[in-house]
């Protein structure tokens, strides 16, 4: 069974930083896509951060300049750099990897299950 364990949320003042972790665990071939969501209290679940095998990144535009996604293919990680923080990044940070192949073709979607970022002010 393939999982995602987040962790690094905490409580930070507005301008400080947090760094997140998720790391991939079972039996994996390799990952595709992995990526950062978050939700807010009362909102919908929203990307935050995407990055590819390769290191291509996508970020959602009220997090550019501020947060940095990166990944350790090796260890089947995934982090975000979170700087300058702001009262509405308070958030639970959920860690995605679009595909994970367990076999060489047969593949799963995984979530972890949420770390919680509260910035205040």
């Known amino acids: 069974q393939v999982q995602l364990v987040e962790s690094g949320g905490g409580l930070v003042q507005a301008g400080g930083s947090l760094r997140l972790s998720c790391a991939a665990s079972?039996?994996?071939?390799?990952?595709?896509?992995m990526g950062w969501y978050r939700q807010a209290p009362g909102k919908e679940r929203e990307l935050v951060a995407t990055?590819?095998?390769?290191?291509?990144?996508n970020y959602e535009d009220s997090v550019k300049g501020r947060f940095t996604i990166s990944r350790d293919n090796a260890k089947n990680s995934v982090y975000l750099q979170m700087n300058s923080l702001k009262t509405e990044d308070t958030a639970v940070y959920y860690c995605?990897?679009?595909?994970?192949?367990?076999?060489?073709?047969?593949?799963?979607?995984?979530w972890g299950k949420g770390t919680l970022v509260t910035v205040y002010s």
């Open positions: 995605n990897a679009d595909k994970i192949y367990y076999t060489l073709w047969s593949c799963v979607e995984v």
């Open positions: 990055i590819t095998p390769g290191g291509s990144t």
């Open positions: 079972g039996s994996i071939r390799r990952i595709n896509t």
